[in-house]
């Protein structure tokens, strides 16, 4: 069954680019008809739809951070990354990386999440 | 967007009890709509979705019902490992997912 982890780094700048990363194991990136999702959970907040790209590439991006997101896979090393520019400290979060399908909607399975701190 | 809020926002329940969250919809979200657990420090986990079926090797004891935009979750003999924090989350429009605020089941 797939299984998915995230990396990157736990701190970041203001202004800088958050870098992440999920590796998929146990399935492919390029299954037809997945979904690769990140979610993330700020300090006190509920959890939040960041984006995904699909098992064909396309791309979509909540129109809240539409500006600054780009999401990306590299079918070659089965992991799909997160680029999120300009940060602030208001991306101070739990960044999640999920699945879904296009027949379902739901996430399953998670990674473990992977905390990013936003300071100088 | 689909704002999803759920009641009541702490629930207080002793072990074998019953406990009944409820999430409520701002709009139709018919039966796309799913349930997850989740404890201090782990990522959520998938209970329930299309409102009503279990996920893969969820206990019996969770339970999800309604349509339209009243659901509910029922964990029907409470265990210690089903204090948590739990989510509802709709998937009626693609990709417009959203979750609820979350209800914090705390041991009584």
């Known amino acids: 069954q797939v299984q998915l982890q995230e990396s990157g780094p736990g701190l970041v700048k203001p202004s800088q680019t958050l870098s992440l990363t999920c590796t998929v194991s146990?399935?492919?990136?390029?299954?037809?008809?997945?979904?690769w999702v990140w979610i993330r959970q700020r300090p006190g907040k509920g959890l939040e739809c960041l984006g995904y790209i699909s098992y064909s590439g396309s791309t979509y991006y909540h129109p809240s951070l539409e500006s600054r997101l780009s999401i990306s896979v590299d079918t070659s090393k089965n992991q799909f990354s997160l680029k999120l520019r300009s940060v602030t400290a208001a991306d101070t979060a739990i960044y999640y990386c999920s699945l879904t399908t296009i027949t379902t909607g739901w996430f399953d399975p998670w990674g473990q999440g992977t905390p990013v701190i936003v300071s100088s | 967007e689909i704002v999803l809020t759920q009641s009541p926002a702490t629930l207080s329940v002793s072990p074998g009890e019953r406990a009944t969250l409820s999430c409520r919809a701002s709009q139709t979200v018919s039966s796309n709509l799913a349930w997850y657990q989740q404890k201090p420090g782990q990522a959520p986990r998938l209970l329930i979705y299309?409102?009503?079926t279990r996920a893969t090797g969820i206990p019996a004891r969770f339970s999800g019902s309604g349509s339209g935009t009243e659901f509910t979750l029922t964990i029907s003999s409470l265990q210690s490992e089903d204090f948590a924090v739990y989510y509802c989350?709709?998937?009626?429009?693609?990709?417009?997912?959203?979750f609820g605020q979350g209800t914090k089941l705390e041991i009584k």
């Open positions: 146990g399935g492919s990136s390029s299954t037809d008809g997945h979904y």
């Open positions: 299309g409102a009503s």
């Open positions: 989350q709709q998937n009626n429009k693609w990709p417009l997912w959203t």
